[in-house]
């Protein structure tokens, strides 16, 4: 199992706070940057605009091939749900310019809580899978009405691949377990600030958490029992807040590499400095 690491978005500015990576880097570097220390990202600018083929080639140019790039889909895909043809055309055609560089990962269809399994949602879903039948694209259901295991199979069937989470002990979401349902696996660390996710105000606030060392350990153990089933994970943190990722991936690469889990750590360069 090929293992990617990385983190939800990387033009994080808090990032260039002393001691972290982006500091004294200028903001149209940050990927150059980024792709010194990880090997995956996921694209979040396009939940709100779909960025344009420059844009894209201009993440291919900037990272160097280095990165393996989930792009998620806009909103009007999973929290609108009215997308035009034109949309689902921009959607397909824009991140051209990644796979052109062999660097496109998985699309992402971000739902929210309120997506609930109900049978106009279920066909809304089938019909997203068949516009993007010929794609990786990886679905986060946070209800947890979805968490069983006949949706899995039938994601499975669709070639939809299942996001396996990690949310704070809030109740009423999906249990943090590895699931499989094909080649892929997708995983989303979003932390465990039972505090402020539902009261928040930003998804700063709600991913401002720090997992440990034994919580790191939980989840190799947890992913290490699917590396012979999968073929490629991903794996994203979305704890960027405060640098709390930066601090977490190195813990997971050590206990995955400990694991009999290979892990590929980059090498930061000249610069030397890596958190």
Known sequence: MRVYIGCGGYSNEDWAAPGLIYEGVRKDDFLDTYARHFDAVEVNASFYAIPGL????????????????????????????????????????????????????????????????????????LNLAERFAGHELAVELRHGGWDKPEVRAGMGEYGLIWVSPDYPPVGGMPEPQVRVT????????????????WEGTSAAERHDYRYTRAEMDEWAEKIALVNDD???????????????????????????????????????????RLF
């Open 54 to 125: 420059k844009a894209f080639e201009g993440m291919a140019r900037k990272s160097g091939g280095r990165v393996r790039f989930a792009v998620k889909l806009n909103k009007v895909f999973t929290h609108d749900r009215a997308p035009t043809d034109t949309d689902f055309d921009r959607m397909l055609q824009s991140p051209e310019p990644l796979r052109e560089a062999g660097v496109m990962g998985p699309y992402l269809a971000q739902f929210p809580y309120s997506f609930h399994r109900t049978a106009e949602n279920r066909r809304y879903l």
């Open 230 to 272: 999968l073929s490629e994970l991903y794996i994203f943190f979305e704890n960027t807040t405060k640098g709390h990722a930066l601090k977490n991936i190195p813990m997971l690469r050590e206990a995955l590499n400990a694991r009999g889990v290979p892990v590929k750590t980059p090498d930061p360069g000249d610069d030397g």
């Open 182 to 197: 094909g080649d892929v696996g997708y995983l989303r660390l979003h932390g465990r600030n039972a505090g402020t996710w």
